[in-house]
């Protein structure tokens, strides 16, 4: 079943919702997931599973396909679910190096503000987290950070923050310009704009723009997003593709509420926008927010959904996101390794780096811009990949 369900994902890029939850699940069939629901023996076997299959990916991760075969080819029950997990990893990775090639793109994360006006409950910038200490960098310091990337053979850098009115359309205007005589390509991801301020930011010079949609299920997103409406953040990636913008978007795997069926139509809607480029990262419960304690979602599930987002959009830039790595040591390699062609260093500085804490447990969070480099550099090198020395637009891929 799971490798009918691959062989026509690598041959049409197309799936429907039932197929994209059977590999979401890792079930066989119908009767098979039926009979999961109701037997918690059954249940137990998965979660060892689950467990297992984080195990191993890790040695897939560092001695490649050679030393997980023998595993996948094991007859029994508690190994056939972890077949099906690896066939969707290992048909993803194949998509990959087909049309996107294994050259991976760097782009140089530069996270100016953690002030954010909204108050998402899964976000430790939402605005009622009162212990966080907040930070603005100056239109300088801002600049000051993409140069050096530029310096550090950047191509690109991506600009986050929270929602934060202080940097005006003018502020980001003459930053955006700034950094462009940089010979680089400006990504921003600040979030819900007006048209017009999108426009100017383009005209300007930037070229991307990341606004995550983080779940297609319009009540689950009215509970999580107090006072923000999904209609709108539909229209803002609308408007960045009419504006011509390289448009990105994606979702959280593990909120509270969401369902297999909700991340199957999340995936579908990435197909259907035609989007550009797609983060997927687990939902990281942050102790000073609503959601602190709910479970959060698992590496394998994230994995699960950039996987089929590959097979859906073959073409499309996908990061390894550091999220990924802070439930797993191996996260980003595991990730490039199914199906993902970027990874964004952060080329932040300071305790910025620290204090930008929408999860916890962020990594790389004492290191500085140059280490993170030689560090990617080199696990890169490490899975035979190459670093690439172009901008990565889409087009070009
Ligand atoms: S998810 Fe984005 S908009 Fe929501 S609180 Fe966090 S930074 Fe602000």
Not at 308 to 331: F, Q, S, V
Request: with cysteine; net charge positive.
């Amino acid at each position: 079943m799971i490798e009918e369900i691959l062989k026509k994902a690598e041959e049409s890029h197309e799936l429907t919702k039932e197929e994209i939850v059977s590999l979401l699940e890792g079930a066989k069939s119908k009767k098979q997931r039926k009979r999961r629901q109701g037997d918690k023996k059954t249940r137990c076997v998965e979660e060892q599973s689950e467990n297992y299959a984080s195990t191993l990916l890790c040695i897939y991760a560092s001695d490649n396909l050679s030393a997980f075969q023998p595993f996948t080819l094991s007859p029994s029950s508690h190994l056939s679910l972890l077949t099906a997990h690896c066939s969707l990893f290992i048909s993803a990775d194949k998509i990959r190096q087909k049309h996107v090639g294994d050259e991976v793109h760097l782009r140089g994360l530069i996270e100016f503000s953690n002030y954010c006006k909204q108050n998402c409950l899964y976000c430790g910038l939402r605005r009622d987290n009162k212990q966080l200490k907040r930070y603005r960098l100056s239109e300088n310091e801002i600049i000051a950070l993409a140069k050096n990337a530029s310096e550090l053979n950047y191509k690109t850098v991506v600009l986050q923050s929270g929602e934060d009115p202080y940097y005006t359309a003018d502020k980001m205007k003459y930053i955006i310009s700034e950094i462009k005589k940089f010979d680089l390509a400006v990504t921003l991801s600040i979030g819900e704009k007006t048209f017009e301020e999108y426009q100017a930011y383009r005209k300007a010079g930037a070229d991307r723009y990341l606004i995550r949609i983080e779940t297609t299920d319009k009540n689950l997103y009215k509970k999580l997003d107090p006072g923000m409406d999904w209609e709108n953040r539909l229209k803002c990636l609308e408007d960045l593709r009419k504006l011509d913008y390289e448009v990105g978007t994606g979702c959280l795997v593990g909120l509270p509420g969401q369902t297999l069926e909700s991340l199957a139509d999340d995936i579908l809607f990435f197909k259907k926008i035609n989007a550009d480029m797609i983060g997927v990262g687990p939902f990281i419960p942050h102790k000073n927010t609503p959601l602190k304690d709910t479970q959060g979602g698992t590496f394998e599930m994230a994995l699960k959904v950039m996987a089929i987002t590959r097979l859906l959009l073959p073409d499309i830039n996908i990061p390894a996101t550091t999220a990924m790595e802070t439930l797993n040591p191996n996260g980003r390699l595991i990730a490039l390794q199914s199906g993902a062609n970027v990874v964004m260093p952060n080329v932040t500085q300071g305790d910025a780096r620290k204090l930008y804490e929408i999860y916890p447990g962020k990594i790389c969070v004492n290191d500085t811009p140059d280490k993170c480099r030689g560090c990617i550099e080199a696990k890169i090198k490490s899975i035979n990949r190459t670093i690439s020395k172009d901008y990565g637009f889409k087009a070009d891929l």
